[in-house]
């Protein structure tokens, strides 16, 4: 058994006020856990995406968080959970007033596989995009992969 304090997690940069990665810092072999908590207009990804071979559970805590579909906006409540099967898009975000807490879960754990999506307006649409590192280590940037234009900026 192995136990942990959410606060003695690091935060990650994100999109998120606070996302922290609670199945790596319980050492999980297959399940991704991670907790997020999303002020009005955060959201739990960087764009809308899937995973291909990843599934999602998504339970909220507090709050209620709205979802991209490709069948169109679902609203889940505190006390609610949502999942999204393999290669399903999807975008969680805040579109209220009050906080949102929730934990998102996936497995398998390792599937760094995701396609994204955000909107570019060099571009003039949603494109495919990639998230790096910006040049001053402070925060994550997300790309366009067709003309290289930086669409959002996360610290």
Request: some cysteine.
């Amino acid at each position: 058994m192995k136990r942990i304090a959410r606060e003695a997690v690091d935060r990650r940069m994100g999109p998120a006020a606070d996302k922290r990665a609670l199945g790596a810092a319980l050492d999980t072999e297959e399940l991704a856990v991670n907790y997020y908590e999303l002020d009005p207009g955060d959201s739990f990804g960087f764009g809308y995406h899937r995973h291909p071979e990843q599934e999602e559970v998504f339970y909220v805590l507090e709050g209620t968080a709205t979802f991209e579909t490709e069948g169109g906006e679902v609203a889940v409540s505190a006390g609610e959970a949502v999942r999204f099967a393999p290669g399903e898009w999807q975008l969680g975000r805040n579109a209220g007033d009050e906080q949102v807490v929730a934990l998102a879960m996936g497995a398998p754990k390792d599937d760094r596989r995701t396609e994204m999506l955000r909107d570019c307006p060099d571009c003039g649409g949603r494109t495919e995009q990639t998230v790096e590192m910006a040049d001053d280590r402070e925060s994550l940037v997300t790309r366009c992969t067709d003309c290289g234009t930086e669409t959002g900026r996360f610290d």
